[in-house]
């Protein structure tokens, strides 16, 4: 508990949280702009807008995850204190989640309104971010542990973590079938176990 | 034993940085290391603290242990006294330990002040109690004496002296003179330490 409070906290510190959220509905307003304001047509690209700018948001932390810690000799102490790092990485996905899914499914709400989805539909996209986010909290974990410490790590996230999401893209914006959610869980879940591995070996291969 | 090194060899980037190196530290005991920028002086910390692995031999230690290199590791954001509380937590230690070590270390009126706020001496200080607090009886200081002013350096070997009367043992790196009586002293100087 007191790693993941330490996390959720940093997540929330500087405007963190706030920070996501905006873009993420600074980007959700864009698209009437691009695509026009025939209220159907927005209805029906709604969910698949959401998602993507759920994705680009998802961006937006990750330089922040791990590689401070890294920097500043926090993992070293960690490990010298005998906490397994692939624990640490887990539990760092928990707090990453607590500080940015919850935020951004209720900025969801609002994007839902700005697109015109009815209930039914804003309830399957929030379903579908309920299933979808751990996923991609782990993804922005395993990405952060990646790039931590390289030149340009921001944009060389950015490159590793899109595709990596793409099937939580195409399901989570699937249409919210329980077929699609199925899939989607099956895809998050798979991320969220395999993720603290990835990044305790990747900043292992850094500080070793 | 606290920590015994048999015949440990260190091969970093490729590179071999020393071998056939043999250490033993028991209660009370210290080993100063010195030697030139670059020969591994780091690298033997880590090592020893288990961070990274030995090219050849084996490394024996305690399981809990101190590390203190010049990478802080406290929030910048927090107040001093609370960063050193999470690691204490971490330990298992007594909150009330942390307002302890940082009387010991002469930062107790600092306990409320965030750490981006303190100078790199009162940091150097901060990472020290940061040991005190742990309790561990295996210290590994990484140039624990630099940027420190020369009442910090007393401070540093009273402190060094308390640790080992305690029962616990020192390995430590330093390019300044430090007063570590008795201590096991350990010239990296090329492949075989003299």
Known sequence: MTLIARDVRRGYAGGGAGLVCGFFLLAVVLFPFAIGPDRAVLARVGAGAIWVAALLAALLPVERLVAPDMESGWLDQIRVHGLSLPLVMALRIVAHWVAFAPPLMLAALVAGGLFGLDRAAIGRVEAALLLGTPGLAALAVATGALTAGLRGAGGLAGLLLLPLALPLLIFGAGGGDLGALKLLASVSLLLVAGAPWIAAAAIRSVRD | ?194
């Not at chain 2, 004496?145 to 070997?157: F, R, T, W």
């Open chain 2, 1 to 194: 034993m606290i920590l015994r090194l048999s015949d440990v060899a260190c091969a970093r980037g490729g590179r071999l940085l020393f071998a056939r190196l043999s250490l033993s530290l028991s209660a009370g005991d210290a080993a100063v290391v010195t030697g030139p920028n670059g020969i591994g002086k780091s690298s033997l910390l880590r090592l020893a603290a288990g961070l990274i692995a030995p090219f050849e031999g084996t490394v024996e230690r305690s399981p809990r242990l101190a590390l203190m290199t010049e990478d802080i590791a406290l929030d910048p954001e927090r107040r001093l006294g609370e960063a050193l509380t999470f690691w204490a937590r971490l330990n298992g230690s007594a909150d009330a330990r942390v307002a302890e070590a940082l009387a010991t270390v002469g930062l107790a009126e600092l306990a409320e002040v965030p750490v981006r706020l303190l100078s790199t001496g009162q940091r150097r200080r901060a990472a020290l109690a940061r040991a005190v607090a742990s309790r561990a009886p295996l210290w590994l200081l990484d140039e624990p004496g630099s940027g420190l002013d020369a009442e910090g350096v007393v401070m540093l070997e009273r402190v060094i002296a308390e640790h080992r009367a305690g029962g616990g043992a020192v390995l430590l790196t330093t390019h300044q003179p430090l007063a570590v009586p008795g201590a096991q002293m350990l010239a990296l100087d090329g492949l075989v330490p003299a």
